[in-house]
């Protein structure tokens, strides 16, 4: 029976550039989902309007899970023996998802948080491709993952028409 070291595992010698690829994925991923809670608090919050309370509240709910996914991505960069970056690594990415010149402005909030789902969902499937048949439990915690961005895209993408109808 072959030892970790020769093995198809990831963990494997042998499968270090793969590992080092998925790694730099899940750096990306991590990143977007700090700065995606950071967005989500300042909407949730600088939101106004009778209109604007449900997607402030689904945000605010939003900022948990993402939070989640962060710290889920942080864990595994570390157990495939990366090191999870600091924060003056930071580059922000998400312009889209900045305060709106109005606090009423629902509208652009919503487009910028579809804006942020769509962008995770490409980074998602980027890392599942990677991992295809070489790390099943990054590939497996992602694919989970996705569904939560796919559902978070899809309440948005509702909201999104009742303020187009």
């Known amino acids: 029976m072959a030892g970790i070291g020769q093995s198809k595992d990831i963990l494997g010698t042998n499968n270090s550039d793969q ?33 604007a309370e449900e997607i402030a509240e689904s945000l605010r709910g939003d900022v948990q899970e993402e939070l989640a996914h962060a710290q889920r991505f942080a864990q595994r960069i570390k157990d495939l023996y990366g090191t999870v970056p600091g924060s003056a690594e930071f580059s922000a990415e998400q312009r889209f998802l900045q305060p709106p010149q109005k606090s009423t402005d629902v ?59």
């Open 19 to 51: 590992r080092e690829k998925i790694v730099n994925l899940l750096t990306v991923a991590y990143w977007m989902e700090i700065e995606t809670v950071m967005n989500y608090i300042q909407a949730s919050t600088n939101l106004d309007g009778v209109r």
């Open 107 to 165: 509208v652009s909030v919503i487009k910028g948080v579809m804006e942020a789902e769509k962008g995770a969902l490409e980074q998602y499937n980027k890392i599942i491709e990677a991992c295809e048949g070489v790390d099943w439990v990054t590939q497996d915690m992602v694919v989970a993952i996705l569904e939560d961005e796919q559902n978070h895209y899809r309440t948005f993408e509702s909201f999104l028409k009742e303020y187009e109808d």
